[in-house]
Structures are given as C-alpha cells and as structure tokens.
C-alpha cells in the first residue's frame, strides 16, 4: 500500500497518536481526597511557599511543550496550526518513546512573533521545557531568543537539534574520511534556520572555552541566490550577522563555485541540487550531507559516482540518516533532570559527542546511529545532564 495513504488510514483510525492518562487509580473517597480536594490543598500551599518545589510536585519536572504556529511544516510550508498537530503528535510520541518524557503539541493560531511569545511565557509555569517546532525563519530567532529568560529550557529543534546531529555526523565522518575537523572547509546550503545552527555551532560561536571546541576552518554559507557575501543588498538582518563568522574570503557566486575544492557540503534546501559532476570539482573524499526531504539536494549512488566518500541524507530508507530524533529527546532529559534553565550552547556540545560516540564500529555507511536506537537518548541525557551541572557548579 502507498505509505501515505495508510497513513491517513492510521490517523483516522486512531484520532490522534497520543493520550493522557492518570498515574494513580481513583477508587476510593481516600483515594478522592487524596488527589483532589481537601489534600491537594497542601502541595498547593507548599508551592505558593516555596515557588522551587513545583518541580517536586507537579507534572512539571517532566513535560515539554511542543510549540508551533504551523508556518513550516516538514516540506510542507506554512499549512496552518490545524494541519501541523500530526507532525507534533509525532514529535510528542518520540518523546516518550526515547526519553520517557511527557510531551504535548501546543499549536497556536498565531503567526504574531509578539503574540507567540506572549502565549509561551504565559503557559511556560506548567512546563519544564519548550520545544519550538516548524516556525518559519527569521521568526524562528526572534522568538527562541525572546524567551531564553523564561527559567526553563527554549530550543528551535529545527534549528538546534538539526545542527547537533550534524556535528555528531561530521565528527565521524572525519574519522572515516581521516580529515581533520580544523582543516575542513565546509558549504552550507540553506540559510534558514538549521543552516544557520548549523554554521554556528561547526564554528563554536560563543562557547570557543568549551573543552570539546574544535571548530573547522572555513563556512560559506549560501542561499536560494548565491554565496551570502558583502556585496549583496537584498540580505535580512540574520544573513548580514552570518558575515561575522562566514565566507571570510569574500567568495562570491553560486554555490556551484563555493563547492570547489571544498571538504563538505551540508545541505538543507532543496532537493536535486547536485550531480556527481557538481562532486568531482570538491576536494579529495568529500563529505556530502543533503538533507533535503523527501528528495534530497543528491542521492547517496550520484554523490559517490563523483567521489563522495560519505553521504548523509534526512531519510531513513538510506544510509546515514542525519534525523533530530537522535537529539531531541536525551537533549530535554538531561535539561529537565538538571532543572536547567536554558539549554547551553556546551551543553549542545556535549550532546553531539554523546551521538557520535554511540555509534559504534565507524564506515562509510554508518558514521551516525540509527535513529531507533534507544540506548541514544540517554546517553545523551547524561552528557548533556553532566555539562548543566558544571556550568550550574560554576555560578554557584
């Protein structure tokens, strides 16, 4: 059966992939008391004194809000917060499957930034986490950086969680590719939101003390037009602050000439971008991550008909998936379970390498884990748990 028509069979079938249920069985008027009034009176009591321990009695210790105002979903663009509740069922599912944390899609009819952030500080009490999904860019920055001041964790997964698993990738595609991170020049295509991340976080922009820093030695950044350069007038305000960081020899052109001689291509744009003649003009043994789905900017059999040694895409048919799923969920645990009140970009760090170290026996084929590998979430929960409690230690 086509896959997308069984599942619009499944959806119908289950009206929606989530529920909620109780961690106590009320069968009693004790039991009534217990749960409801007169006794829940006293954690009530308890929290209005002690605003802290809301962690230690309510659901907040492990829930995440998964935030979306529906503007870019998946390849789908702006649908609307109606169309967008599959996508965040979905994402509440894998929360609990790989970090047993209680997740629920808050999708909000509003495209307003100021509406958004708004809504987010005035829910944010019940919550130990933010997750921001599908908001399309330059919004997408606006509003996770509007909210870092919240007391809990704020994290555009599009952005952040994309660019994690990315370096998790890079790390061991390096190793197998036996290039160095430090001397990698790299092209990212797609200057939205995980591009960006992306760009920043392979260049360690604002954690360069963090001990895992090994930041590579070149980004071009490009987007729908070209090379992003000096030169060009018609750029938004967050592609003019990637000129800080990016193309520090003022390349210009498409991103056909920033490809030549480079050591990586990381795609997130648009699919059938590259051919394997695009390939041969890279350096040796390029790494070509194309994430664009469903069709990615090169299929894996093109890239290495040109050379490529490593090819990542976004699906799971193929080998190498570069999926958030990898991240997302250890990344909130380990959040949560240290009560963080943002997430860092060590932190992010420190995640990356929890991904890749789980990979195992290193090739070609297998430079990330599979994303249904359950034992990732927490391997990562506990690095990113063990990074909160050294920065948290520091400011004591």
Known sequence: MDIYKEALMLHEHLRGKIKITSKFDVRTKEDLSLVYSPGVAEPCREIARRPESVWDYTIKSNTVAIVSDGSAVLGLGNIGPHAAIPVMEGKAMLFKKFAAIDAFPICLDTQDVDEIVRTVKNIAPVFGGINLEDISAPRSFEIEERLQDIGIPVFHDDQHGTAIVVLAALINAAKVTGKKLTELKVVINGAGAAGIAIAKLLLCIDHSNDKFCVPV????????????????????????????????????????????????????????????????????????????????????????????????????????????????????????????????????????????????????????????????????????????????????
């Not at 070509?288 to 090819?311: C, D, H, Q, R, Y």
């Open 217 to 396: 030695k070149e980004i071009v950044l490009c987007d729908s037009k070209g090379i992003i350069h000096k030169g060009r007038t018609d750029l938004n305000d967050e592609k003019k602050n990637t000129l800080w960081y990016s193309n520090p020899n003022s390349k210009t052109g498409s991103v056909y000439d920033a490809i030549k001689k480079a050591d990586v291509f990381i795609g997130v744009s648009v699919g059938d971008l590259l051919t394997a003649d695009h390939i041969k003009t890279m350096a040796k043994n390029p790494i070509v991550f194309a994430l664009a789905n469903p069709t990615p900017e090169i299929m894996p059999e093109e890239a290495k008909k040109g050379g490529a040694a490593v090819v990542g895409t976004g699906r799971s048919d193929l080998p190498n998936q570069i999926n958030n799923v990898l991240g997302f969920p250890g990344i909130f645990r380990g959040a949560l379970d240290a009560k963080a009140k943002t997430i860092s970009p060590g932190m992010k760090i420190a995640a990356a390498h929890a991904i890749a170290e789980c990979t195992g026996d290193l090739s070609p084929d297998h430079v990330i884990p599979s994303s249904l590998n359950e034992a990732v979430g927490y391997r990562v929960a506990e690095a990113v748990y063990k990074a909160a409690m050294k920065e948290q230690s520091k400011t004591v």
